[in-house]
């Protein structure tokens, strides 16, 4: 009975934030032009009342408030992000998290129909050049009278 009196004051006493983290949604491969929403996360009694978002080596905030929304991503977007937590109590940073930008796929059947595309013009030009070529001897043919013997 005293363990639990215990735990249960130790649980409820006034504390600045800890665990302080941060997750990415979605998670995986982040590709230029997509959107991303990092969320912070933290312990904290009271509850944290602040969250600001930070990017590494740069001094202004980013943004405030428990989530932060990237839009039309770019490469200048990538870097490390972060989190500060406050309540009446304390502040935590998160650990930073690092945001990598891939650049736009070009997906196969894409790159295959620009080859074909390429191909079929190469083509079409050759056979035009050799047609140019052949057209004046042809005409040169049909206008020289023959001699008939």
């Avoid at 504390?15 to 933290?42: A, D, Q, W, Y």
């Avoid at 972060?82 to 309540?87: F, M, P, R």
């Avoid at 930073?96 to 191909?119: E, P, R």
């Avoid at 035009?128 to 005409?139: A, I, N, T, V």
């Amino acid at each position: 009975m005293l363990y639990e009196l215990l735990l249960f004051l130790s649980s409820s006493t006034p504390n600045g934030p800890r665990k302080t983290s941060v997750s990415v949604s979605p998670s995986g491969e982040i590709v230029e032009g997509s959107s991303v929403t990092l969320t912070c996360s933290s312990d904290a009694n009271p509850p944290v009342d602040k969250y600001t978002w930070y990017k590494k080596n740069v001094t202004s905030p980013k943004a405030s408030g428990q989530s932060y929304s990237i839009t039309n991503i770019s490469s200048e977007d990538r870097g490390e992000y972060y989190c500060e937590t406050q309540n009446g109590r304390g502040s935590m940073n998160s650990t930073a998290l690092m945001i990598i930008v891939a650049g736009k796929q070009t997906s196969v059947v894409t790159a295959a129909v620009g080859i074909i595309v390429v191909v079929l013009v190469l083509i079409l030009c050759s056979s035009g050049f050799m047609w140019f070529r052949e057209s004046p001897q042809k005409l040169d043919r049909r206008e020289s009278p023959q001699k008939l013997d």
